[in-house]
């Protein structure tokens, strides 16, 4: 079945460590996206890409990197310079003329 | 910049009753387009309806409908006949024409009760 993973469903990171989350989909969706929920708010856009090789700062890239070396993957570092990484990440993809977002089912990430 | 405004942090319904959830928006664009997503407990966010600026029928997909009113700039979403598998947290979101992404709002959390 098409669709979109994301891994792992929860992780954790220590003061001052790099963490990766992984976003994979076998949609052939030219278009991926990472956003950040908090708790009880909506979702706010992190970085997108609308083609391989390329990718745009979102609303709060700060303390966030990401890579697209291939269309199928989308990762996103969450750097140490984030200093309040504890959200749920959605990663979403897009494509060809349909207009809706596909979603995966989530990170939740935690500071230990 | 566009502007999704969702004014109901929280709503209860009884089951088999309809619920309206309001939704307004703000944008300078002439052509854009309005979602709703559902996001149950689990966290994974499922696509509801889509109804586009230029659409002159209201969005209908079973028992969810968009009450769209462009001149008041509202998208309303409307579920008749509510369910216990309704509770969840929905969003309304709005196209960016540039950035070909989604602006969401803050979302309205709905316990539909027995």
């Known amino acids: 079945d098409g669709g979109i993973t994301q891994s792992p469903k929860y992780l954790f990171r220590k003061e001052g460590q790099n963490v990766t989350l992984s976003c994979e989909q076998n949609?052939?969706?030219?278009?991926m996206y990472w956003y950040r929920q908090d708790p009880g708010q909506g979702l706010r856009l992190i970085y997108y890409s609308q083609i391989v090789n390329d990718f745009q700062k979102g609303d709060i890239a700060e303390g966030y990197s990401v890579s697209r070396e291939k269309k199928e993957s989308f990762p996103l570092t969450v750097t140490s310079a984030q200093k309040n990484p504890t959200a749920f990440y959605l990663c979403?993809?897009?494509?060809?003329?349909?207009?809706?977002?596909?979603f995966g089912s989530g990170t939740q990430l935690s500071v230990l | 910049a566009q502007k999704i405004t969702q004014t109901q942090p929280g709503m209860f319904v009884q089951e088999k009753e309809a619920v309206t959830l309001d939704c307004t928006y703000d944008t300078s664009d002439q052509s854009y387009g309005l979602f709703w997503y559902k996001q149950p407990s689990s966290g994974e966010m499922i696509f509801l309806i889509y109804q586009g600026s230029y659409d002159e029928q209201n969005a209908t997909e079973g028992r969810y409908s968009l009450n769209f009113q462009k001149a008041r700039k509202s998208a309303n979403l409307v579920i008749s006949a509510s369910q216990l598998g309704d509770s969840a947290m929905y969003f309304c979101?709005?196209?960016?024409?540039?950035?070909?992404?989604?602006?969401f709002g803050s979302g309205t959390r709905l316990q539909v009760q027995p």
């Open positions: 979403a993809s897009k494509g060809g003329l349909n207009e809706k977002l596909f």
């Open positions: 949609l052939n969706h030219d278009a």
């Open positions: 979101a709005m196209r960016d024409t540039g950035r070909r992404a989604l602006t």
